[in-house]
């Protein structure tokens, strides 16, 4: 019996791989699968698990948070602020990089994307840490003393060194982002060429190359005939040696 994936039977499985029914029987797995499917369809729906839970007073950024402090915190629920973060840097990128988001093709770009604002809500969180601890410097203990004193060493914050290889990862996105439109541009204009222009070029092309062969052998007859029309016999008379040398 044949298998192959444009058979009956291979149909029939590469639905049921399709199927939430493939990951579980349980109706309610099956329901929640399907919502999550759904979300993920969504405009941001890649971008659910990206906001942290608010925990109100035990936040560790409530000091930062205005929302807080004007006693609107939702406790439980997601981070309005870093959900206005993701909207705001998600519509900026597809405007910059003109990218349709309900474009079938654009998903690597927005896998890319989600890549961008990931690290620009993960700065964003980089930024209140440094603006509630307020140092670039810390005293880091090393060790102690015979005194059961401690031994510090200043060093730069670790928020601050972790910003920093977000900054390059950033950077790096952005060059492939970049990249990739150049690349895409190339392709454009390589598959969108005027055949008939093409071919006028290429005609163009070997008539360029028929006259300068024919140039070339028009010289070359020319050198030849002058050299030929320029010779003449020179007369010479024999050395002889005199009897007795």
Same mark, same amino acid.
């Given at each position: 019996?044949?298998?192959? =994936?444009?058979?009956?039977?291979?149909?029939?499985?590469?639905?049921?791989?399709?199927?939430?029914?493939?990951?579980?029987?349980? =109706? /309610?797995?099956?329901?929640?699968?399907?919502?999550?499917?759904?979300?993920?369809?969504?405009?941001?729906?890649?971008?659910?698990?990206? =906001?942290?839970?608010?925990?109100?007073?035990?936040?560790?950024?409530r000091e930062n948070c205005f929302l807080y402090k004007a006693d609107m915190a939702p406790v439980e629920e997601k981070c309005p602020i870093e959900i206005a973060a993701i909207e705001d840097l998600y519509d900026r990128y597809c405007e910059h990089f003109k990218i349709k988001p309900e474009d079938p093709r654009s998903t690597v770009d927005l896998i890319m994307i989600r890549e961008l604002v990931d690290i620009g809500v993960t700065m964003l969180r980089c930024d209140n840490?440094?603006?509630?601890?307020? /140092?670039f410097i810390i005293q880091n203990t090393i060790g102690m003393t015979e005194d059961s004193e401690p031994i510090t060493k200043s060093e730069l914050h670790p928020v601050v060194e972790y910003k920093e290889k977000l900054r390059q990862s950033l950077f790096k996105t952005m060059q492939l982002m970049n990249s990739?439109?150049?690349?895409k541009e190339g392709t454009k204009i390589t598959v969108?060429? /005027?055949?008939?222009?093409?071919?006028?070029?290429?005609?163009?092309?070997?008539? /360029?190359?028929?006259?300068?062969?024919?140039?070339?052998?028009?010289?070359?007859?020319?050198y030849y005939a002058r050299m030929n029309g320029s010779a003449t016999v020179i007369e010479a008379q024999p050395i002889g040696f005199e009897e007795g040398e």
């Open positions: 019996m044949s298998t192959g =994936p444009k058979t009956e039977a291979g149909k029939l499985t590469v639905s049921q791989n399709l199927n939430p029914t493939a990951w579980t029987l349980n =109706p /309610d797995a099956v329901a929640a699968i399907d919502v999550a499917k759904r979300m993920r369809n969504t405009k941001h729906g890649l971008y659910a698990s990206v =906001p942290i839970i608010c925990k109100g007073q035990a936040c560790p950024y840490k440094m603006a509630i601890d307020a /140092d990739t439109r150049k690349d969108e060429v /005027d055949p008939s222009q093409r071919a006028a070029e290429m005609l163009k092309l070997k008539t /360029d190359v028929t006259f300068l062969e024919e140039q070339e052998d028009e010289a070359e007859k020319a």
